[in-house]
């Protein structure tokens, strides 16, 4: 990935573009679907870039309880965008929404008082809810409830790589119906740097002016670029994230801790006592985050099978009986 950050071919993105941008770009435009796609240095500046261009001051938008959107980006939606944030809870299972729950909360007959829903946010896989699979199906009636209902619809796929190779499917697969898509190159595709936010060529030129009024225009981006296209050659490697997942988890529970089944690479544990389980977790070696109630696990490239057995090892049995909230 350093050799392809330090050949690349470069231009001003600010000015008259980038090559390897405009390769990038193009790139992902093809893989999930859409007609055009623009590099932004984060997930969050991609949506939030997203949001700006479809909510206006007193508007409303939908999105699953816990998304990165309602809970990790400060607020953004709300007091950059202008949309209150309505969080539904996840009545189809973990990190799912129904599309009867998107056609209520939608709620199309509401006085003039009343805030105007107007953008469902979708997100897959869920990260909170342990990397959650929305699958294609469940997916395609949620976007297609809310384009019923009139709203736009924004996909929060910060890790839709990880959904489409948990279901042996191209990721255009699980864009379906959405008018905007934000992935991103950056976590399980190991570049240092990057996002991009897809759709039609029209949102792309409104999302080229956001950018750049959030300072996210770069100069010789191809070197980050770069290392996007490397990053994308990575897709089907997170396969192997998912099986060590699977075998953290097993160890886990084998091991006497209560744990998620994990559909992708984030495995959620629920110690009894959090801080004093993260703290020994660290004097042991294992480095992971809390989440909630939770503490949080990640499998990514730079581990090993021997990684996840030494953690197993280091980690050791449950010493206080562990409580999962209902
Ligand atoms: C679901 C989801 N969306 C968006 C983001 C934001 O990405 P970034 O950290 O690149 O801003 C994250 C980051 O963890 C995420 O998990």
Same mark, same amino acid.
């Given at each position: 990935?350093?050799?392809?950050?330090?050949?690349?071919?470069?231009?001003?993105?600010?000015?008259?573009?980038? +090559?390897?941008?405009?390769?990038?770009?193009?790139?992902?435009?093809?893989?999930?679907?859409?007609?055009?796609?623009?590099?932004?240095?984060?997930?969050?500046?991609?949506?939030?870039?997203?949001?700006?261009?479809?909510?206006?001051?007193?508007?409303?938008?939908?999105? +699953?309880?816990?998304?990165?959107?309602?809970?990790?980006?400060?607020?953004?939606?709300?007091?950059?965008?202008?949309?209150?944030?309505?969080?539904?809870?996840?009545?189809a299972g973990?990190?799912r929404?129904s599309p009867?729950?998107?056609?209520?909360?939608?709620?199309?007959?509401?006085?003039?008082?009343?805030?105007?829903?107007?953008?469902?946010?979708?997100?897959?896989?869920?990260?909170?809810?342990?990397?959650?699979?929305t699958e294609v199906d469940q997916h395609a009636a949620l976007?297609?409830?809310?384009?019923?209902?009139?709203?736009?619809?924004?996909?929060?796929?910060?890790?839709?790589?990880?959904?489409?190779?948990?279901?042996?499917?191209?990721?255009?697969?699980?864009?379906?119906?959405?008018?905007?898509?934000? %992935?991103?190159?950056?976590?399980?595709?190991?570049?240092?740097?990057?996002?991009?936010?897809?759709?039609?060529?029209?949102?792309?030129?409104?999302?080229?002016?956001?950018?750049?009024?959030?300072?996210?225009? %770069?100069?010789?981006?191809? %070197?980050?670029?770069?290392?996007?296209?490397?990053?994308?050659?990575?897709?089907?490697?997170?396969?192997?994230?998912?099986?060590?997942?699977?075998?953290?988890?097993?160890?886990?529970?084998?091991?006497?801790?209560?744990?998620?089944?994990?559909?992708?690479?984030?495995?959620?544990?629920?110690?009894?006592?959090?801080?004093?389980?993260?703290?020994?977790?660290?004097?042991?070696?294992?480095?992971?985050?809390?989440?909630?109630?939770?503490?949080?696990?990640?499998?990514?490239?730079?581990?090993?099978?021997?990684?996840?057995?030494?953690?197993?090892?280091?980690?050791?049995?449950?010493?206080?009986?562990?409580?999962? +909230?209902?």
């Amino acid at each position: 990935m350093r050799e392809a950050m330090a050949a690349a071919e470069v231009g001003d993105d600010v000015l008259d573009g980038d +090559p390897t941008m405009a390769a990038l770009q193009d790139r992902v435009a093809e893989l999930v679907g859409t007609e055009a796609a623009l590099w932004t240095p984060s997930g969050s500046m991609g949506n939030i870039i997203a949001m700006m261009a479809h909510l206006k001051r007193g508007d409303a938008f939908l999105a +699953p309880a816990g998304a990165h959107v309602l809970d990790a980006e400060l607020g953004t939606p709300a007091w950059l965008a202008g949309g209150m944030p309505r969080p539904l809870p996840h009545d189809a299972g973990p990190g799912r929404i129904s599309p009867d729950a998107v056609v209520r909360a939608a709620g199309k007959d509401a006085p003039y008082y009343a805030l105007r829903t107007t953008l469902l946010c979708l997100e897959n896989t869920h990260m909170s809810a342990g990397g959650t699979v929305t699958e294609v199906d469940q997916h395609a009636a949620l976007a297609a409830a809310a384009r019923d209902a009139g709203l736009t619809v924004h996909l929060d796929g910060a890790r839709l790589w990880h959904a489409a190779v948990a279901l042996g499917l191209p990721p255009a697969a699980l864009t379906v119906g959405v008018d905007t898509v934000q %992935v991103c190159l950056s976590k399980g595709l190991g570049a240092p740097v990057g996002s991009v936010v897809a759709g039609s060529a029209e949102f792309i030129a409104e999302a080229r002016r956001l950018r750049k009024m959030l300072g996210g225009g %770069v100069r010789q981006g191809g %070197v980050l670029a770069a290392a996007g296209l490397v990053a994308l050659d990575n897709i089907e490697r997170l396969a192997e994230d998912h099986v060590r997942a699977a075998r953290l988890a097993s160890g886990l529970a084998e091991r006497g801790w209560q744990v998620n089944e994990p559909a992708t690479n984030i495995v959620l544990m629920w110690p009894a006592d959090l801080s004093s389980t993260l703290r020994r977790f660290e004097q042991a070696g294992v480095l992971a985050v809390p989440m909630g109630n939770a503490v949080r696990f990640v499998t990514h490239g730079d581990l090993t099978d021997a990684d996840i057995e030494t953690a197993l090892a280091r980690i050791g049995p449950v010493e206080a009986p562990s409580t999962r +909230p209902a």
